[in-house]
């Protein structure tokens, strides 16, 4: 049944990797239950955030259809997107969710002229005939991100700067004319001086073209400049969500509160970095029952060790995942 309205739904979503050998190896959740719904008439800014290894990426391929999830599913437009096996719905979530990727350099081939990869984009995914149609629709895309033909033409990736390669990767993804775009830390290897333009680019597409993006980052501030929902991960579970404001003015979860600490007030201007490696031991603890942010919680109480906490709706629009709120309230419940 198609679900009017909605875009994206992530339900219940599980990834689990083997490390190691068959006998030897271990397994990591790397996502574990993650639900995110996205509406498609209101189309908006959604951030992912969390520390490095906290499983944005991984909940991004299998968004992208790059990974399949071991449980789980994820609906796109009414449809289930690791069902799609023909070869035409296969290209239609292609053209509907495009990926940027972090490293602009690596998107283009340094050897291949840039408009080349703009015109098969459009050749290959709009299966578009004639040479002035598929002008027509580059010259669009390349106008979407401030640019324009004459500037690129007979140019290799080598003479644009990092930040004009990544609104470039922006316009390759922009031919598809997609409903959908998977940011991946796209702004993390622009130079800081153009970072700012690029996240207004991502408002502008939203605002103006009616583009849902999904904005993951570890940078807090970034994503309370750009965006308009957030999801907070811990080791691969969301951990609290809802409107970016709300979320970072008054934080929930006893983790998103840790995080903040070290920010005052989320300023897109000061640079906010929180990447830590986590320790063989910390990686084992991934796959214990029970709340995942167990062993630093200042009000980690015996039930927290022991099963895994509800994600509860406390007020409109805000959930968390975390024994000390119940269903509609935010009064600490009883029990913990
Ligand atoms: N193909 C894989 N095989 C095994 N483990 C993997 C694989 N891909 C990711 N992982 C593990 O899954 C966990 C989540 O990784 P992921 O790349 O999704 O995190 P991330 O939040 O994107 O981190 P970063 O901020 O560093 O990009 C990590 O512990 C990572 O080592
Ligand atoms: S469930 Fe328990 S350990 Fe986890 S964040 Fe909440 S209070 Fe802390
Ligand atoms: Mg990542």
Sequence with gaps: ????????????????????????????????????????????????????????????????????????????????INTLKNRKDKLWFKREVQPIFQNPFEAFNPLKKVESYLFETAKNLLLLKTKDEVLENISQAVKAVGMSLEEIKDRYPSEF????????????????????????????????????????????LNKDHGVSIIYITHDLAT??????????????????????????????????????????????????????????MEVKEYSLVGCKFVTRCPYAKEICKKKEPPFVHVEKGRSVKCFLYSNGTIKISEEV
């Design 223 to 280: 994503a309370y400049y750009v965006s308009d929902r957030i999801a907070i991960m811990f080791r691969g579970v969301i951990v609290e969500l809802g409107p970016v404001d709300e979320v970072l003015s008054k934080p929930y979860h006893p983790y998103t509160q840790l995080l903040l600490e070290s920010i005052p007030k989320p300023d897109p201007d000061r640079k906010w970095e929180r990447r830590i490696k986590l320790s063989d």
């Design 1 to 80: 049944m198609i679900e009017q309205g909605i875009l994206l739904r992530i339900e219940n979503v599980t990834k689990i990797f083997r490390i190691g050998g068959r006998i030897t190896g271990s397994k990591l959740v790397a996502v574990s239950n993650a639900n995110i719904e996205m509406e498609g008439s209101k189309p908006e800014i959604f951030a992912l955030a969390g520390e490095s290894g906290s499983g944005k990426t991984t909940l991004a391929r299998m968004i992208l259809g790059l990974i399949e999830p071991s449980s789980g599913r994820i609906i796109f437009k009414g449809r289930d």
């Design 161 to 204: 700067s990092g930040g004009q390669l990544q609104r470039l990767s922006i316009a390759r993804a922009l031919v598809a004319k997609p409903s959908l775009l998977i940011a991946d830390e796209p702004v993390s290897m622009v130079d800081a001086s153009l970072r700012m333009s690029i996240l207004n680019l991502f408002r502008n």
